[in-house]
C-alpha cells in the first residue's frame, strides 16, 4: 500500500516522494505520527502568542522550528525520507536561531555564517552522491547550541536559565544518541512499548517545547501586568497634570495672553501658571510661572503638583520673581532626588514693565528676539541659591515669548533639532502657530508655550 493510496492520490511525483511503506512499519512508526501532531499543536500554541503579543519574538521562531519539526515527522511517518531530511537540515538552523531568541542572547548575527550549511544540505541530500552531508547540520547546530546554553546559564535572569536549561536537557541527550556513541555503549534510540518506537530526542523535545511554552507564557503575563500598571500610572500623572495646567487663562486688563500646552506620549514636568494681580496702588498686573521638572512619569507630575502649590501660596504674599524662585528652590531641596527642575518667573505690569527672574530656563524672546535676563541655577541643586532680577520694558503691541524645551528640542525624522534659531524665527507668531511648528518638525517632549502682547491703549480702554 503507497503512501499516495493512503492519502487518496495517485500521482507518480507523490508516490516518488512518498515511497511504499509495509503496514507493519507504519504501526511501529505510529509514535512518529502522534509526536507530529503534539509538534503541531506546540507550533500552534506559539504562533498563536506571537499573534497576541508581537513584540515577543521568541515565540514566533518557536512556532516556526515546531512547525518545521511537525512536518519533518509526518515525512518520516509517510516514507518521504528524502523530505524528512530537507526539512530536518532547514529545522537545525532554525532551533539555534529559537534557543538564542528565547534566551535572549546578544550578538548572535555570527551564527547566521552557518545558515549556508543548512541550505547547502537540503539541496545536496536530493543527490545520492552527496547523501553523506546529511548530519553536517545536526553537528553544527549541536556545537551552536553549546554555546548558546552555556551562555545562557551565566545570564542574571532567572527565567534564561531555567530556558537554558530546559534546552541543555534536550542537548544531552540528543548527544548521547548519537551514533558513535550508541555503538560504544550499545544503547538504542527510542524505546519500544507495546510495539511501538518512541524516540529518546522527539520526546524530549516535545518536553523542550511544553517547559519553554510555559516559562514564556508566564513571563508574557508578568510582561502585560508590569505594563499595564505602568500605563495606569502614566494615566494618573497624565491627570494629575491636566489638572495642574490650566484650562483657561483669565482675563488681564492691558494683556493679551495665550497658552498652548501639548502633551507627549508620556507623562512629562511642564507646568506654568498665569495669575493676576493688583499692586497696592491698584494697578493690575499678571504674574506668570513657566517651568520644565527633569524626569517622567508619576513622580515628575507629583513634583509639579509640589511646585504648582507652592506658586499659588507664594502668589498671595510676593509677586517679586526672585523671591518666588528662592522659596521654590528651598521646597525642591529636599524632594528633588537628584533631579531638578528649570523655571522662569515673571511679573508684568499695567505699564509694560517687566521684571524676570530665571532658574536654568530658556531665556524669553521680545517681539522676536531672545532677551538678555540674569541666569541662576536650576531649582534643586544649591540651598544658598539666589536669584537675580532684571528689568525691561514691554511696549504696546510687543509680543513676549516663553518657551519650554519641548520646542527648542523638537527632533526630526533625521535627528536634527528644531534648535534655537527657528525658535527665535517664529517667536512672534501666535501660541499654537508655534507649538504646532514644533510638533509637526518632530515632538520628542511635551511642548508649552506661553505668549503675552501688551495691548493698546484703545484696547485697554474698552477692556
Known amino acids: 500500500m503507497t503512501a499516495g493510496l493512503l492519502l487518496g492520490t495517485g500521482l507518480p511525483l507523490f508516490d516518488k516522494l512518498f515511497p511504499s511503506m509495509p503496514l ?45 519539526v511537525a512536518v519533518s515527522q509526518s515525512f518520516a511517518y509517510f516514507g518521504g525520507q528524502t523530505l524528512y531530511w530537507c526539512v530536518r537540515a532547514i529545522s537545525s538552523g532554525v532551533l539555534v536561531e529559537a534557543a538564542g531568541e528565547a534566551m535572549q542572547i546578544p550578538r548572535r548575527r555570527w551564527m547566521l555564517l552557518f545558515w549556508p550549511i543548512y541550505l547547502f544540505v537540503s539541496v545536496a541530500v536530493w543527490f545520492p552522491n552527496l547523501s553523506f552531508t546529511a548530519d553536517w547540520p545536526m553537528l553544527a547546530s549541536a556545537v551552536l547550541l553549546a554555546i548558546l546554553i552555556f551562555q545562557g546559564l551565566r545570564r542574571s535572569s532567572a527565567r534564561d536559565r531555567m530556558i537554558a536549561a530546559a534546552f541543555l536537557f534536550y542537548w544531552c541527550v540528543r548527544l548521547t544518541l548519537t551514533g558513535s556513541f550508541q555503538r560504544l555503549t550499545g544503547l538504542k534510540a527510542y524505546a519500544s512499548v507495546g510495539g511501538w518506537h518512541w524516540q529518546y530526542t522527539i520526546s524530549t523535545l516535545s518536553v523542550l517545547g511544553i517547559v519553554t511554552l510555559a516559562i514564556l507564557a508566564r513571563d508574557l503575563i508578568r510582561d502585560r501586568r508590569e505594563k499595564e500598571r505602568m500605563a495606569a500610572e502614566l494615566e494618573a500623572g ?173 527632533r526630526g525624522q533625521n535627528g536634527e533639532l528644531f534648535g534655537f534659531v527657528r525658535t527665535q524665527a517664529i517667536s512672534k507668531q501666535p501660541a499654537e502657530a508655534i507649538a504646532q511648528a514644533a510638533q509637526d518638525f518632530g515632538q520628542d517632549d511635551d511642548i508649552s508655550v506661553i505668549a503675552l502682547t501688551r495691548t493698546t491703549l484703545i484696547e485697554l480702554a474698552m477692556a
Open 238 to 410: 497624565r491627570a494629575v497634570q491636566q489638572v495642574l495646567i490650566p484650562e483657561e487663562i483669565p482675563t488681564v486688563p492691558g494683556f493679551d495672553i495665550q497658552s498652548v500646552y501639548k502633551p507627549h506620549g508620556e507623562v512629562g514636568g511642564d507646568f506654568f501658571q498665569v495669575l493676576p494681580f493688583k499692586s497696592d496702588s491698584g494697578a493690575g498686573g499678571v504674574l506668570v510661572i513657566i517651568g520644565d521638572v527633569s524626569g517622567k512619569g508619576m513622580p515628575a507630575a507629583m513634583t509639579v503638583s509640589l511646585l504648582v502649590g507652592t506658586v499659588r501660596t507664594l502668589a498671595h504674599y510676593t509677586q517679586r520673581p526672585g523671591e518666588i524662585l528662592a522659596a521654590m528652590n528651598q521646597r525642591m531641596l529636599a524632594r528633588s532626588h537628584g533631579g531638578f527642575t528649570t523655571c522662569l518667573a515673571l511679573r508684568a505690569d499695567a505699564d509694560g514693565t517687566l521684571t524676570i527672574a530665571n532658574a536654568g530656563h530658556i531665556a524669553p524672546y521680545r517681539n522676536g528676539a531672545e532677551m538678555a535676563v540674569e541666569n541662576g541655577l536650576p531649582l534643586g541643586l544649591a540651598e544658598d541659591t539666589t536669584y537675580s532680577e532684571s528689568s525691561f520694558r514691554l511696549n504696546e503691541n510687543e509680543q513676549l515669548t516663553l518657551v519650554t524645551d519641548g520646542v527648542v528640542e523638537a
Open 24 to 68: 507493519i512499519e507504519q504501526v511501529q512508526n505510529t509514535p512518529l505520527l502522534i509526536t507530529a501532531v503534539l509538534m503541531f499543536c506546540l507550533a500552534a500554541a506559539f504562533l498563536a502568542l506571537w499573534r497576541a503579543a508581537p513584540d515577543f519574538r521568541a515565540f514566533r521562531i518557536l512556532g516556526i522550528f515546531f512547525a518545521s
